[in-house]
């Protein structure tokens, strides 16, 4: 059994057939193909249905994808590890950004910290809370920032900010000229929301449902600036951070009644192998925490 092999099955999973995980591998189909064949002759089991139309996983497949995936988050710890020894000046930090605070609040971080260690390569990768989760659980990034009001217990957490969500409104809106807005009148209003598994959306949803509301969500997207142009045209309402939504034009921010906040860190796997790229951008940020806790 190789690597190699292993990593192919893997990639063939995330992306739902062989055809796009050859892409994303850019590795020829039929390379990809007989590299699992082979994979399950060695191993005497089928791990792929591939009688249906969309590759799915056998039940064999299932307990070897788990197995597997376990794997892989054990050779890239390996991988970080070793690369110790380029040392920070020459490491790589992998971070997960939620959309609007990687948009407002870490340009500003991300630069200072690549002043400090201009040798260091630094990928960002996109989502919405419960996606940022999942990717350092799965190993995909070493830290990622995250709501603070779920914490899993498989993380390590250091809280970061502590920031107002307010209802945001065009310039034109009846209600435009007010000062804040209720829970129920915000319900009220066509909503143009974030997607699901976002900070601000999952905390609406459960209030929602804590007040027995129904709200109608006409429109949503993870995209900020799609998300304020649609709202400043008119005819509904979003939610924004207030250091977004007061550097929005053509929007009116709104507190609710009572005000709301979203309270936010970063995380990363308890008791897994951090390198010292992700040790250092912690040490980075700690001071700014303490001085957010004071």
Known sequence: ????QIRFFLEIVKAGGFHRAAASLRVAQPAISVAIRNLEEELGITLFDRERKKVRLTAEGHIFFRRATA?????RDIELEMGELRGVERGELRLGLPSMLASHVFPEVITGFRQRYPGLHISVYGGGGVRIVEMIENGEVELGIISGSHVPESLDYLPLLREEMVACIATDHPLSR????TLKKFASESLFLFEKGYFQRELLESLFQGEGLRPEVVFETNHVPLLISVTASG?????????AAEAAPGLVPLSFEPPLFIEAGIAWKRKSYL???ARAFLDYLQPSSDRREK
């Open 235 to 243: 005819g509904g309402a979003t939610t924004l951070l207030r250091l």
């Open 1 to 4: 059994m190789e690597f190699r």
């Open 178 to 181: 007010s000062a804040s807005i």
């Open 71 to 75: 794997l892989e988050v054990l050779l």
């Open 275 to 277: 390198s010292s790229a």
